[in-house]
């Protein structure tokens, strides 16, 4: 035990006292009762929550128990023990003091005195102890209060294993002060007691802070101080990038300076915090008071510039150090030669982030030759000049260098020197930074500072400090120019170092500190001579001084004594032990993969053949294939779909030809380079794009000078020639090792899946997305070949999706403009990134760029990323000289305007012919975007408008520009055939006012000395966040990765087509169309829905019209139909009105890609009002039809009601005759009486029942007003033939021979036999539509209307109008009186049966039994009760439910269908009509399908419904669902019609069939028969009723689960196969060419289209004089050159790409994937000989790739070409 207790110990009584005893007592019993106290009591053992007492052996024999209370301030307690020597008591608390009270206690219960002592129990360490605010010096520490009686606490601070300080207190914390940077120090507490016991001490080591973390906690760099930057995160977009709030806290200054530097601006390190009063300068006090500008104190928030880049640069990876390097060097900003750690005092050569800095200038030797050199600065023999200090020096060095580099018309500052902005600040972490920069000539010797280029490194720091560094430049410099004021006699720093050399001292004899005798002696010490010293004296101005030192320096250039490139330097650095940047280990990794594939290379065009060469001759020739399938110029007479065939399989060689390399040994290299883990290919990849941009310069230098050469001499055009090839052909780049990589993985597609190959090559796409993903550029169009490979760049883009989703939306900015224009140097000061601008290095093709977004605006944005696309420049003298070039720019603008959100349109040209060519390319790629439903915004920029009133100057201009840009829209707008876009405001959102911007020049001054003009980084920052802003306010929602994917394939395959407007077709739009179709699908039927409800409803109401149940307070038929034809016209324009407001809703939204589709949206509005019309005339028909035949009704039923009463009272009469014979009667004998009365009472009656008209008569009325105003032939044909003698065998067309037909118009081609056999198609489907409503009429029961002939006729007009055959009038009248007659017999037939059902003495008739029955139960006087319950329920109530339950089914029956995919929209609907054709492999149905197409839909529409509703369960649901209703309804009119009626039966029912009165219809007749001897008593009848009405509704149950599903759709009062059929089916038309139906969605839509067209062959088309079936398909013969004729001609030849001078309404895009039709193809290639033989023609000639097609290739390319995500769930079968 460490600690010493200190114990008290001490009696419980002050005294004792003296025994006393009585007389007679013996001192014997007074001693037997006396119990000594405990003595030598010990404390044996103290812990922190015991203590342990150990007691002296009693020496008696008497045995003791001992009692010990124990307490303290918190506890009392007490503990009793047998044994008498030891005793531990537990359950203390630490730290405390207890006192002990211990007595003995006797076996009779006397107790000794007790003696007591206090202990301390032992304390316990502090806990909870932790370090917080940790600085350079100081650090605090806190403990939570430990537990007990803690008087304080001592707490000791050591390093080393030494005491640094100790300290006492009496709280919980402590500081310590002046501790040294960067030193572990460990820490110490005990808590001490009262007593001076100390705990066992809480410990915990910390470290304190470096001045680099302190530096870099201030800055917010901490967190990438081990993490380090990244340039994805640097380019990231976020709202600091988009808004200029000036900078409030040091750690925004280097947010604020990368994002400056990122975009070359070069007031980057001009940055400091803004101040209170900087941020609040009104003085709003009034009083003038200039003491605080005198001493106002420095508010410590602004950084040294230098700290600041020395901290980037500390805390970036290796990508982002060079990427600030060469942004620097841009700016002409001095770069990190040896970057310091002050920590470590270690320091390094930034070798790597020089790398990627180019410099281009011209020696005097190329001034006359006008040549220039361009190299990689770090392996430019170039001399280097340092500058160092030695000491304090009043001179400030870095100002002297940056007046030493500019000259007096060009002054910039290079280095950050004392009296710029932050330069006076104290340095903290940048000493020791040795910075560099280059001065290279522009070949101008008045301008020129040096003829020769050097470059000149700076040390920041005192040379005595930082001697490595100094040590360093004196090995690599050519001279190193010491700066000094005052000079020690030894100087020993600059005497020991063996220099290399030449040292300049530069001293200033102002300064007091300076001695000219220490001067000397140091000078003689060095050798030096008068030429090698520079005093600034008092007499030698700045101008003189900078003179003079200027002269010094360019002797040194002149004769250097040592040319070291940077890139040797590592070797220096190495010796001197100075780390290197470029020595970890993944970087070395890289550039040896690197430089085995690049050492390599001797010869480029011969290197390229050899090791790349899928991408060479191959490729162009697989390019020029794909565009000439789907251009098809050089097809000539030959079979189209044969030299498509042809075109295919010369593809299929050339993938062979490609797959038939191996892979070369650079390919394999590069890809297992790409494929190694970390930023080892990150390395890779940008060794190897330096590496090829040094080989591609040299060639093309060297190159340059034999052109130059060559020319001099026109004798050498040939050589000239073949050198402008070389100079095309001699560009190697990374793109060309990506674009290998890409034609590999193309051409293992084309082997068989479970090749090795294939396989070997899955995961390149994968590559190549992480690599984009990383930052680097992705070649969307290949440059040289001008095309895009689209399955290598697909995959990789759905690699990416896959990377990324769900954060998978982007945003996309693209460039457009000459080249050579600066476009990607403006894309690159925008956004930061690095595309390709060396010289020989132009852009070819396109490339694109991700860049994310940051989480602060991605939700105001609406994207995860922004995409950049960098282009090939238009109008390239390269392809200026080919016939193509135009094309080949369209091309390109057309992509790259489809792919953008935003284009940035780059002029900088003052060649108006030029700029009238690039703005027609450009107008043109906004026209055909225009017509393809996506409207990219556009943005211009003219380059080189310095002026800071160009944009009132340029007013004019701008006004120019407006009609430029209108006249090459009406010249666009000729060429693409839509001269309805006049001006270019018709074809997007421009403003001349806000959509142009102008871009003052790039430089400030004279390159190469210039930097960048601020001008131009602060214009293009202005226009970023102008695209910026315009992109997060776009009315559509952006796209995702995928969707990006599917516009490019959309748009490149519609590009290749030489009309693009014609020929685009994209899976966005189409499911953007379809998903309107399927949303315009629910409101029409629910419109629909709505409707047949209400008129099925008013039907009732119109039935119960004028009875005993009627509602209706109005008593005339004409009124109350009048009323409900006003009821049915709100409705109506109710549903109208929602359906119009729902297409608007659903145009207002931002996803789902609506705004591809806004050009549909008046024709939808047309359909939604034309469904108004049809169901507004439907309505009123019904409504009139029900009227009329209720009114015509209304004399018979009082007819019947007359007769009923009769009866009745003969019946009565009858029963009187009885009773009076006071005789039992039989039943016999009543019945006999009773036949007696019934003959009598008969007798009596007079019948007279409805009139019968004569319906041939008034359907022969109607078709002569009909076809009246066809003139005197029409009556001439009617009067030939009488109606009733017409309809008697089934139509057969046959023209009369007077050769009408032969002058008819005929949209088809061939013989008078086709022309008869369309026109049978076309009365065949007239007559079917017709039949159907004649069957929906005769089903309902009902009587003859003549709204029902109306129909008919009106049903033929329609679809004879829209027939594509022009018919004649001996046609047309021949099939409405074939139609005409047949409907007239089906419609007689009806009136004869509605007119028996209403037949007074047939209704009496059928009720005599009844009657009969009554009459006996009331003369025996039976209770009736339950009997006319059942009775009410069987002959009223049951039927009239059961009429509900078939009124209501059909709708949903139908509902149910059209949720299926397969009824969603007219192209599902097809798509699962073919895949079922495709499973069935049966011929005749697919004979019919094409022949008799819409007979074969309706049948197929009845098989799915049939076999969805097999079982009987499928409709239960429903029929429960409306029984329940009904019989809900009548329980709910029979209690209200006992709370209104009194003991009257028949008021009782007549309440009761009131309250169902326009819910369902309760036959009169029955009713009326029911209430005839009718003596039931209410009450009781009541309650047989209600028993009665739970009955009903089990029967009816059980009845429809009996019934068959074929019975009820006989019954249904809506047909569910008409309305799907009218649904699918559409608007019936086919196309002109190979009958394929519409598919559009709507009912009036201006163009027709389908999405799958087929060989014309299939048709029954066959090729003239040969016979044969004609393979030709409609969607490659748009394309080609052929002609068609057919009557619509006049039989003349007409080009098919004019086909729509034919048929405007018809619209055919090209075969978009080449592979669409592959369905059609497989079906004529397997049943070409059933086909030929039913058409009764020769076999077609198959095409060899056709016999290739599998059925599983067919079925695929069906799903994919109809490009819907609907149609990728319909399997065959799936129904």
Request: with cysteine; aromatic share 8%.
């Amino acid at each position: 035990m460490n600690n010493i207790h200190f114990y008290e110990f001490f009696d419980a009584l002050d005294s004792f006292i003296e025994p006393h005893s009585d007389e007679g007592d013996s001192s014997a019993s007074l001693q037997a009762d006396y119990v000594p106290p405990p003595s030598e009591v010990t404390v044996h053992r103290v812990g922190r929550e015991t203590v342990s007492l150990q007691f002296e052996s009693s020496s008696s024999s008497v045995r003791y128990k001992l009692h010990v209370d124990y307490s303290c301030n918190t506890q009392r307690d007490s503990v009793d023990s047998d044994h008498g020597d030891s005793l531990e008591i537990e359950g203390l608390n630490p730290g405390t003091e207890y006192t002990f009270n211990i007595k003995r206690i006797s076996e009779n219960g006397t107790e000794s005195n007790a003696t007591s002592l206090s202990v301390f129990t032992e304390p316990v360490p502090p806990t909870g102890i932790k370090v917080s605010n940790v600085t350079r010096e100081s650090l605090s520490l806190q403990w939570d209060p430990p537990a007990g009686e803690v008087e304080s606490c001592i707490v000791t601070c050591c390093s080393g294993g030494e005491t640094v300080e100790e300290k006492t207190t009496n709280t919980n914390s402590v500081t310590f002060n002046s501790l040294k940077p960067g030193v572990s120090y460990s820490l110490h507490v005990s808590a001490q007691l009262r007593n001076g016991t100390t705990s066992p001490p809480a410990s915990i080591t910390v470290k304190t802070k470096t001045e680099l973390e302190c530096h870099l906690e201030d800055l917010g760099l901490m967190p990438y101080y081990r993490e380090k930057l990244t340039l994805s995160k640097i380019l990231e977009i976020d709202e600091k990038t988009i808004t200029d709030v000036p900078v409030k806290s040091k750690s925004d200054l280097p947010w604020y300076f990368l994002k400056k530097l990122m975009m070359v601006n070069v007031t980057a390190r001009n940055m400091k915090c803004a101040s209170v009063s900087e941020l609040n300068c009104d003085d709003s006090s009034g009083k003038l008071d200039l003491r605080d500008l005198l001493d106002s104190p420095n508010t410590g928030d602004t950084l040294n510039p230098l700290d600041i880049i020395t901290a980037l640069f500390l805390c970036s990876d290796a990508f982002v150090q060079q990427e600030m390097a060469l942004k620097m060097s841009m700016c002409q900003f001095a770069v990190p030669l040896l970057l310091p750690s002050c920590d470590t005092e270690q320091c390094t050569l930034m070798l790597w982030a020089m790398r990627d800095i180019i410099k281009k200038y011209r020696p005097p030797a190329l001034s006359q030759s006008k040549g220039f050199i361009e190299e990689r600065i770090v392996d430019s023999q170039v001399p280097m000049i340092s500058f160092v200090r030695l000491g304090n020096c009043s001179l400030s060095k870095s100002e002297i260098l940056n007046k030493l580099l500019s000259n007096s018309q060009q002054y910039h500052d290079t280095f950050v020197h004392h009296n710029m902005e932050g330069g006076d600040s104290p340095k903290s972490i940048s000493n020791g930074l040795a910075e560099i920069t280059w001065y290279l000539p522009g070949g101008n010797t008045n301008i020129d500072l040096f003829n020769k280029p050097v470059a000149v490194a700076n040390l920041h720091g005192d040379i005595a400090t930082f001697k490595k560094q100094y040590f360093f430049l004196c090995q690599t410099s050519a001279a190193v120019f010491v700066f000094f004021d005052h000079l020690d006699s030894e100087c020993k720093i600059l005497t020991t170092q063996d220099q290399k050399a030449q040292i300049f001292l530069v001293g200033n004899s102002e300064s007091k500190n300076f001695s000219l005798e220490t001067l000397v002696n140091v000078a003689t010490a060095l050798d030096l001579t008068k030429n090698n010293i520079i005093i600034k004296t008092k007499q030698k101005n700045d101008a003189d001084f900078i003179k003079c030192l200027r002269k010094k320096v360019s002797d040194v250039v002149e004769n250097p004594q040592m040319n070291m490139p940077i890139a040797h330097m590592a070797d220096i650095a190495h010796e001197l032990r100075i780390l290197v940047d470029e020595d970890s280990p993944q970087c070395q990794a890289g550039k040896k993969s690197a430089d085995d594939i690049t050492e390599e290379i001797q010869d480029l065009l011969q290197y390229k053949e050899q090791q790349l060469p899928l991408q060479g001759q191959i490729w162009k020739e697989l390019s020029h294939l794909e565009k000439e399938e789907f251009r098809l110029k050089k097809v000539g007479s030959e079979n189209i779909e044969m030299y498509k065939s042809d075109l295919e399989q010369q593809r299929e060689e050339l993938r062979k030809k490609q797959n038939s390399y191996d892979m070369s040994p650079a390919m394999t290299c590069f890809i297992n380079a790409i494929s190694r883990p970390g930023i080892e290919s990150c390395y890779f990849l940008k060794w190897m794009r330096m590496n090829l941009d040094n080989v591609s310069r040299l060639k093309l230098s060297a190159l340059r000078e034999m052109y130059k050469e060559k020319c001099k001499d026109s004798a050498n055009q040939d050589e000239v020639n073949e050198i402008d090839r070389q100079l095309s052909n001699s560009s190697l780049g990374i793109e060309h090792f990506f674009r290998e990589m890409g034609q590999i993985y193309e051409a293992s597609f084309s082997l068989p899946e479970t090749h090795p190959s294939r396989q070997q090559f899955q995961h390149l796409p994968k590559l190549c997305a992480q690599l984009l993903l990383d930052g680097f550029p992705l070649e969307l169009v290949d440059g040289d070949a001008s095309n895009i490979p689209l399955r290598w760049v697909s995959d990789v883009l759905t690699q990416l999706n896959h990377f990324v989703s769900p954060k998978n939306k982007i945003r996309v900015v693209t460039v457009l403009g000459v080249q050579s224009t600066g476009k990607s140097t403006l894309l690159n000061t925008m956004f930061g990134v690095q595309f390709a601008v060396s010289s020989g290095r132009c852009t070819r093709g396109a490339f694109m760029l991700l860049i994310r977004l940051n989480e602060d605006i991605k939700r105001e944005f609406g994207s995860d990323f922004m995409v950049i696309i960098d282009t090939e420049g238009l109008k390239s003298p390269e392809l200026a000289q080919l016939d193509n070039s135009y094309e080949h720019d369209n091309e390109l603008a057309t992509l790259v305007v489809g792919l953008s959100d935003i284009t940035i349109i780059n002029i900088a040209m003052e060649n108006s012919t030029e700029m009238k060519d690039i703005l027609q390319i450009v107008v043109h790629a906004f026209l055909r975007m225009k017509e393809v439903g996506k409207r990219p915004k556009c943005q211009f920029v003219h380059q080189n408008v310095s002026d800071v009133s160009a944009n009132e100057k340029n007013l004019r201009d701008r006004k120019l520009l407006l009609e430029q840009l209108n006249e090459m829209t009406q010249a666009a707008a000729k060429m693409e055939t839509r001269e309805e876009n006049k001006s270019f405001t018709d074809v997007m959102e421009y403003s001349p006012d806000t959509g142009n911007c102008y871009v003052p020049g790039l430089w400030n001054g004279n390159p190469p000395m210039a930097p960048v003009n601020v001008g131009y980084s602060e214009t293009l920052y202005e226009l970023k966040k102008n695209i910026i802003q315009q992109l997060g306010e776009g009315v559509s929602s952006a796209n995702d990765v995928l969707e990006f994917k599917e516009w490019m394939i959309s748009l490149w395959n519609a590009v290749k087509h030489e009309n693009f407007i014609f020929s685009f077709r994209n899976s966005l739009v189409a499911d953007a169309y379809m998903k309107l179709c399927t949303e315009f699908n629910k409101w029409d039927w629910e419109f629909k829905k709505s409707m047949y409800s209400w008129v099925s409803n008013a039907e009732t109401k119109i039935s119960n019209f004028g009875t005993v149940e009627a509602k209706s307070q109005i008593s005339d038929m004409e009124e109350f139909l009048t009323q409900l034809k006003c009821e049915a016209t709100t409705e109506l324009s109710k549903w109208e009105k929602k359906i119009l407001d729902n297409l608007e809703e659903y145009f207002k939204q931002t996803d789902g890609h609506v705004y591809l589709v806004a050009g549909y949206k008046e024709e939808f509005k047309n359909s939604a009002k034309n469904l108004r019309r049809e169901l507004e005339n439907s309505v009123v028909n019904q409504l009139t039809a029900a009227a009329d035949i209720k009114q015509a009704l209304k004399e018979v039923d009082k007819i019947k009601e007359n007769h009923t009463k009769e009866i009745e009272k003969a019946v009565g009469e009858l029963i009187s005759e009885c009773r009076k014979k006071n005789v039992q009667m039989t039943d016999a004998e009543l019945n006999k009486e009773f036949d007696r009365m019934w003959s009598e009472t008969l007798r009596k009656m007079s019948f007279s029942g409805l009139k019968r008209r004569d319906v041939f008569t008034d359907v022969s009325h109607y078709l002569r007003e009909n076809v009246s105003y066809k003139g005197s032939l029409a009556c001439e044909l009617l009067s030939k033939k009488s109606l009733e003698e017409c309809g008697l065998e089934p139509f057969i067309h046959k023209p009369d021979g007077r050769g009408e037909t032969l002058k008819t118009k005929f949209r088809g081609w061939f013989n008078l036999e086709d022309l008869i056999k369309a026109r049978q198609k076309v009365a065949d489907n007239i007559i079917a539509a017709c039949q159907d409503s004649v069957t929906d009429k005769t089903k309902r029961n009902t009587n003859y209307h003549n709204t029902y002939i109306q129909e008919i006729l009106r049903i033929i007009d329609e679809m004879r109008n829209n027939a594509d055959v022009e018919t004649d009038i001996e046609f047309e009248f021949s099939l409405k009186q074939h139609i005409c007659a047949v409907a007239a017999r089906n419609f007689q037939r009806m009136q004869e049966d509605f007119i028996q059902a209403n037949d007074p003495k047939f209704l009496l008739d059928k009720n005599k039994e009844k009657f009969c029955a009554d009459f006996k139960d009331v003369f025996h006087k039976r209770d009736q009760c339950q009997k006319k319950a059942q009775e009410f329920i069987e002959q009223c109530l049951k039927p009239a439910v059961e009429d509900f339950v078939y009124r209501s089914l059909g709708t949903n029956i139908t509902e149910e269908m059209m949720r299926s995919k397969v009824f969603s929209t007219r192209t599902s609907f097809q798509c699962s009509i073919l895949l079922d054709l495709l499973s069935r492999e049966d011929f005749n149905s697919y004979l019919s399908c094409i022949c008799i197409y819409q007979d074969y839909v309706k049948t197929w529409i009845l098989q799915q419904i049939r076999k969805h509703f097999s079982g009987a369960s499928k409709t239960s649901g429903y029929e429960e669902e409306h029984i329940k209703s009904s019989i809900q309804n009548i329980k709910d009119a029979m209690e209200k019609a006992k709370s209104e009626t009194g003991d009257d039966l028949k008021t009782f029912v007549e309440h009761i069939c009131r309250e169902l009165s326009d819910k369902l219809v309760i036959s009169q007749d029955a009713l009326g028969a029911f209430m005839i001897l009718n003596n039931a008593d209410q009450e009781q009848f009541a309650g047989w009723l209600t028993e009665s009405v739970e009955n009903m509704e089990e029967t009816l149950k059980k009845k429809f689960k009996d019934t068959t599903f074929e019975i009820k759709l006989e019954l249904l009062r809506v047909n569910p196969q008409t309305e799907l059929f009218t649904r699918v089916v559409g608007c019936g038309k086919q196309c002109p060419f190979c009958k394929v139906p519409c598919e559009a969605g709507g009912g009036k839509h201006k163009d027709h289209f389908a999405s799958l067209h087929r060989p014309q062959g299939l048709g029954s088309y066959m090729c003239v004089g040969s016979e044969k079936i004609v393979t030709d398909i409609c969607t490659s013969l748009v394309i080609s050159d052929k002609n068609f004729r057919c009557r619509a001609t006049n039989m003349k030849d007409h080009p098919y790409k004019s086909y729509r001078d034919i048929f405007p309404d018809w619209h055919i895009p090209p075969d978009g994937s080449l592979e669409a039709s592959d369905f059609w193809k497989y079906v004529m290639n397997k049943y070409n000989r059933d086909f030929a033989e039913t058409y009764e023609a020769e076999p077609a000639d198959i095409p060899e790739t056709w016999k290739n097609i599998t059925k599983q290739q067919a079925e695929t390319s069906l799903k994919k070409h109809l490009t819907s995500a609907e149609t990728d769930h319909i399997q065959p079968h799936s129904l």
